[in-house]
Nanobody, 132 residues
Framework: QVRVVESGGGSVQAGGSLRLSCVTS????????FGWFRQAPGKEREGVSC????????YYADSVKDRFTASRDPATNTAYLQMNALKPEDTAVYYC?????????????????????????WGQGTQVTVSS
């Protein structure tokens, strides 16, 4: 059974930083993708970053490019989302999703957005609040 658990949300002032973590377990394959999504109140869930275990180039949404950095620790099956220069519009519930195929990240690169329907395993979400 695949498990996905995020942590690291919180409240910060504009310009501050937070780091989210996502631990996964139960995958039978060594090659998979971590996706980071967020959902603000009244808005649709938006994919912000995608990183693979086979070290393909990560995907970033334009709204977070040059501010957010995705990384991972293979030894612990953990992915991280380092969020710098946070803005009030970054306020949302952030979700980690994991998919067995790393191609979902390549698809995001080609399409310019992440399709949430491509991800089967989701964490519970963590709140990020940025005050002005």
């Amino acid at each position: 059974q695949v498990r996905v658990v995020e942590s690291g949300g919180g409240s910060v002032q504009a310009g501050g930083s937070l780091r989210l973590s996502c631990v996964t377990s139960g995958f039978g394959s060594d090659y998979y993708a971590f996706g980071w999504f967020r959902q603000a109140p009244g808005k649709e869930r938006e994919g912000v970053s995608c990183i693979t275990t086979n070290n393909w180039q990560p995907y970033y949404a334009d709204s977070v490019k040059d501010r957010f950095t995705a990384s991972r620790d293979p030894a612990t099956n953990t992915a991280y989302l380092q969020m710098n220069a946070l803005k009030p519009e970054d306020t949302a519930v952030y979700y980690c999703a994991v998919e067995e195929s790393p191609y979902v990240c390549r698809a995001a690169q080609g399409q310019g957005h992440m399709d949430r329907s491509n991800f089967d395993h989701w964490g519970q979400g963590t709140q990020v609040t940025v005050s002005s």
